[in-house]
């Protein structure tokens, strides 16, 4: 099947075995014309299996979603802020849900709030 993909001379591939995890982080944001934040997503890990991250989206109409996650030798686990119409607050499967009434418009970095650790 390889020469099939591959026909000989043309390329090789090659498979590598990971024994242990490697440390990373990134981050982006993603700006509207005006220059808000409309979604943004991080994420890290020291190396050890445990993962770290956030990701955040917004609408023209001020809905929002943050959801922080934390995976590790615990499982995975999350915490929901959102606004968005037809939800509350809950703890549906140990998902932490903060639901808010609150409207957000574009013009507020919410993706800046939430700095510290949260676990």
């Given amino acids: 099947m390889a020469k099939d993909i591959f026909p000989e001379g043309d390329q090789s591939l090659s498979v590598t075995r990971q024994d242990s995890f490697k ?3 990134f981050n982006y944001d ?3 014309n005006d220059g808000q934040v409309q979604n943004s997503r991080s994420e890290n890990t020291d ?7 956030s990701y955040f989206l917004t ?4 809905h929002y979603r ?3 996650y934390l995976a590790d030798e615990d499982g995975f686990r999350t915490i929901i802020r959102t606004n ?3 939800t ?3 703890k549906p499967a140990g998902v932490v849900m903060e639901y808010s009434s609150e409207i957000r418009r574009r013009f507020q970095n ?3 709030e939430s700095i510290a650790p949260l676990f």
Avoid at 59 to 62: A, R
């Fill in 88 to 90: 509350k607050s809950s």
């Fill in 30 to 32: 993603a700006l509207r």
């Fill in 66 to 68: 943050e959801v922080l």
């Fill in 59 to 62: 609408n023209d109409e001020g």
């Fill in 84 to 86: 968005e119409p037809g």
């Fill in 47 to 53: 190396g050890s299996g445990r993962v770290r991250g």
């Fill in 23 to 25: 440390p990373y982080a």
């Fill in 110 to 112: 919410i993706a800046q």
